[in-house]
């Protein structure tokens, strides 16, 4: 066996000439996968300055020098991209978004619940926590319903989004729930990249709740946007 079988670095074999080659090969793989950050997993085409020792995760359909690469992990190294194949449950830190994400096998993902953070607890199992679940909605029609929901109990303090695909049909979009369609964001950007931190007062719901992405002037006919839901939960004493 001539590599490690995880990370696939190369073993110094017996009798090799020019051992500082392997040994250094292994070494830019370890200082690019080891505690994982990326600076961006939604770019296509390769940055023009890249630092050295930046890390991206490359998005779909990408081009340049980047072409066949999709969902690898691209480190800028010694003035040229090296290209890193991920391992199914590798996670990573995306610094643009102050998240973890992992891989499935075949591409990027949230985990299954979002993120959460204990704030508090007491002697007795009660939690508060905070939490933030994530979906990316595929647009089509006058409008759209999120698969995830505002869980029932919790309190609301956001909803934020980002236009992944850019929006056609619609000149604009709304985000909200029923009956407040422009709850959390109105008239909001079609553009991709466009981002919208939707802030409100704390809101509690008291039934699951999805949220509404509404086209103004005409309908959705193509266009994606992630939503992100950001609210605390409370959990019962346990005894």
């Not at 080659?21 to 950050?37: C, G, M, P, Y």
């Not at 081009?63 to 066949?68: F, H, P």
């Not at 607890?121 to 409008?143: C, D, M, Q, V």
Request: proline share 5%; glycine share 8%.
């Amino acid at each position: 066996m001539s590599e490690t079988p995880n990370l696939q670095l190369p073993y110094i074999l017996e009798a090799q000439a020019q051992k500082h080659v392997t040994h250094n090969e292994a070494i830019r793989a370890l200082d690019a996968l080891v505690q994982l950050t990326v600076i961006d997993r939604t770019l296509g085409t390769p940055p023009v300055s890249p630092l050295e020792g930046q890390r991206y995760i490359i998005a779909s359909g990408a081009d340049g020098a980047w072409t066949g690469k999709d969902a690898q992990i691209a480190a800028w190294q010694d003035g040229a991209w090296a290209f890193y194949m991920p391992q199914t449950g590798w996670q990573a830190w995306i610094s643009t978004e102050a998240l973890v994400v992992y891989f499935d096998g075949l591409a990027w993902q949230m985990p299954p619940h979002g993120q959460n953070f204990i704030l508090n607890t007491s002697l007795f199992g009660a939690l508060t926590r905070a939490e933030i679940i994530e979906e990316e909605i595929s647009l089509t029609g006058p409008f759209i319903d999120s698969t995830i929901v505002i869980p029932d109990r919790a309190i609301v303090f956001a909803v934020t989004t980002r236009t992944t695909e850019a929006i056609t049909g619609a000149s604009s979009y709304d985000c909200g729930i029923v009956g407040e369609t422009g709850k959390y964001g109105g008239s909001l950007n079609v553009a991709l990249h466009s981002t919208n931190s939707g802030v409100t007062g704390p809101t509690a719901y008291y039934a699951n709740t999805p949220v509404r992405l509404s086209a103004n002037i005409a309908d959705f006919t193509g266009g994606k946007v992630r939503i992100a839901i950001h609210f605390f939960m409370f959990d019962a004493p346990l005894s």
